[in-house]
DNA sequence: CGGGATCCGCGTGGATACTG
DNA sequence: CAGTATCCACGCGGATCCCG
């Protein structure tokens, strides 16, 4: 439980789960998340293993976030989450 | 997500999904949870419709705590969230 | 037995401003 | 573009003491 910790983390997982994506495009994905918080989120996660953060030197600078195989293993487990969420907002309207 | 906020939380759930079960009992499967966060949980997870709680007219007095249908939907994707977890205990232990 | 009352610390998150 | 700095608020959790 201690990996899927902070509201946002799920997501920032869910979303690099399709694969590699640069911080900007994390926070257009998720759009109400604030720049210091994911952030945070991202160190935490490089921190515990669950993904990689690899700097391409372009100008303007960008980086580039991808789940390590350890991180793939969360996916099912945040899947089975989102698909509870799914039936609720479903069931709501 | 926020059905599952709260560190102990998809804990008592897991434990209620066996079936009704007393405040002493939840404390007794969980060793480390206070009364008091315990307590806190329960109300939360009964504000929102995850379980019930009955009181026993007996001397001394108890309390069952029940999971509702929509707590029942939960399970799964807290039992996929608790196979990552053993997965990776067996890895490192 | 099944809690409630109080106190206190920490992590998380939001907003805003700023930078290499 | 990809962050960092600062400040503030709130929820969660631990410990201890108390109650019907």
């Known amino acids: 439980m201690s990996m899927l910790r902070g509201a946002w983390t799920p ?3 869910w979303y690099l789960s399709g694969g590699p994506r640069r911080f900007g495009e994390l926070r257009h994905d998720i759009p109400r998340i604030s720049a210091r918080v994911l ?4 160190k935490e996660l490089e921190r515990r293993g669950i993904v990689t953060r690899t700097v391409m030197a372009t100008s303007p600078p960008s980086v580039e976030y ?5 991180g793939h293993e969360l996916v099912p487990a945040i899947n089975s989450i989102a698909r509870v969420g799914m039936k609720l907002k479903n069931r709501l309207g």
């Open 66 to 70: 991808t789940l390590t195989g350890f």
């Open 11 to 13: 997501n920032v997982i």
């Open 39 to 42: 952030s945070a989120r991202l």
